[in-house]
């Protein structure tokens, strides 16, 4: 298997190119304010797949984008958790968007999605077993020589965990960076979510990543449900604003890692434009609090 290397490979190290401040995600209803802006985000998040097409307007409107914004290219199609090998037409039409726009970083999930020629409209879960760790990395391997970047790997929102794993979350994530080179996209809303979900404590997983390999952070909302025992569950559903304990676990990363490329999600129910400002300001504002902040201005 041909694996990446940090010291030896010249490609540019995953989320290099993201100043380590403050974006947003993308939406197209938020197209004119975001330009209207006094004092916008350091960047911009888009969905990848959300760009493949021949044309039109999503097209027309990232390449304005790209012209005053670091972009953030986030996928949700890979399936790298698959049994199955990434989809080559699907890593063509990325290696497209990537060359044609030149993002600042590449992001994908430690989930799946495909099976058989199936797709399924979820990020679902696997086991943290050796098999799945091999695939995952070759899959990654793939993924890293066709489009010539270091990807960003996101841990998981989970809602149940397997018998078989023979890894816990934060150790099979360790593994995968160890042995493809990738980096770590950190999303703290999945965290709390995962954690909360299974009784594990949230700030020891923090505090058991491998955080310098951290390239970009995801902040994001979630809603609250009760499962069949009546237990809590938490579902990362990306429409409301950040919870006070996800707040509290930027705070830790941050008092670790220094000012880190983080974004804030809200992909449902969106909101003005104006609301997920508020909560980017928040963000930087968390970052300039930090206690490894450095002299240099912090914004959102």
Not at 141 to 159: C, F, H, I, K, S
Not at 243 to 254: E, H, I, N, S
Request: hydrophobic share 40%; charged share 20%.
């Amino acid at each position: 298997m041909n694996r990446t290397s940090p010291t030896t490979d010249d490609r540019v190290a995953p989320g290099a190119g993201l100043p380590p401040q403050v974006g947003v995600g993308f939406k197209a209803i938020h197209f004119e304010a975001l330009f209207e802006d006094p004092a916008p985000p350091a960047f911009v998040e888009v969905h990848a797949e959300n760009y493949m097409g021949a044309g039109g307007a999503p097209l027309q409107q990232l390449a304005r984008i790209r012209e005053k914004f670091p972009i953030s290219l986030h996928g949700v199609g890979l399936s790298l958790g698959g049994t199955e090998a990434p989809d080559e037409a699907h890593l063509a039409r990325l290696a497209q968007l990537i060359q044609r726009f030149q993002p600042a970083s590449f992001s994908e999930h430690l989930a799946w999605s495909t099976h058989s020629g199936r797709y399924f409209n979820d990020l679902l879960p696997i086991a943290y077993d050796l098999p799945a760790l091999q695939r995952i990395c070759e899959h990654i391997d793939r993924v890293q020589q066709r489009l010539g970047v270091r990807m960003l790997l996101e841990n998981p929102a989970t809602y149940l965990e397997f018998d078989a794993s023979s890894f816990s979350e934060t150790d099979f994530l360790a593994e995968v960076l160890q042995r493809t080179g990738c980096g770590l996209l950190l999303d703290v809303n999945n965290v709390h979510v995962t954690c909360t979900n299974h009784g594990h404590d949230a700030r020891a997983y923090i505090d058991a990543l491998a955080l310098s390999a951290v390239g970009e952070i995801h902040l994001s909302g979630h809603s609250r449900d009760t499962d069949s025992n009546g237990d809590i569950l938490l579902i990362d559903s990306h429409g409301s604003p950040v919870a006070d304990p996800v707040w509290d676990l930027y705070a830790q990363v941050l008092d670790r890692t220094g000012p880190v490329a983080t974004l804030v999600e809200w992909d449902n129910d969106v909101p003005a434009y104006q609301i997920l400002r508020a909560e980017a300001r928040k963000a930087a504002q968390a970052m300039s609090r930090s206690t490894r902040a450095t002299l240099a201005p912090v914004s959102a």
